[in-house]
């Protein structure tokens, strides 16, 4: 897991670990700092451990253990201060769609450009609540 630098960092998980540095690196070459994780649990690890510094997550909706589920509570925990950017191949349903909703959240559905991914990171830098 990298570091985080305060208050901007973008949270990527995501068990396919080509995606995972692709993602990383479209995000590092646009000046953000990156902090990956390869499963869910690694993924409430980091935002446990860096509350304040994580800005926006983006997340794989089915990686293990239990899928972003237990990650998106993890992050209502921070009280609304991180941003959710939920990413898969298939729709969203049910519970899923609605936890995403209830936070604002973003659906991406793969495989979505760079540049579309870039616009959900902006787009939720600029909502946070102050």
Do not use: W
Not at 12 to 41: F, I, K, N, S
Not at 55 to 69: F, R, T
Not at 100 to 112: D, E, M, N, S, V
């Amino acid at each position: 897991m990298d570091s985080a630098a305060p208050g901007r960092s973008v949270l990527v998980a995501d068990d396919e670990p080509r995606l995972l540095r692709l993602l990383e690196r479209v995000l590092e070459r646009a000046g953000y700092p990156v902090v990956t994780a390869r499963d869910g649990e690694q993924a409430i690890r980091a935002i446990d451990a860096h509350p304040r510094e994580i800005a926006v997550a983006v997340l794989d909706g089915a990686m293990p253990p239990e899928g972003a589920g237990p990650v998106l509570e993890a992050i209502a925990r921070c009280n609304g201060r991180v941003g959710v950017i939920l990413t898969s191949g298939e729709a969203l349903e049910g519970s899923l769609r609605e936890r995403l909703r209830a936070q604002r959240g973003i659906f991406l559905h793969k495989p979505f450009p760079p540049r579309e991914l870039l616009r959900a990171v902006q787009a939720s830098l600029t909502s946070e609540a102050p």
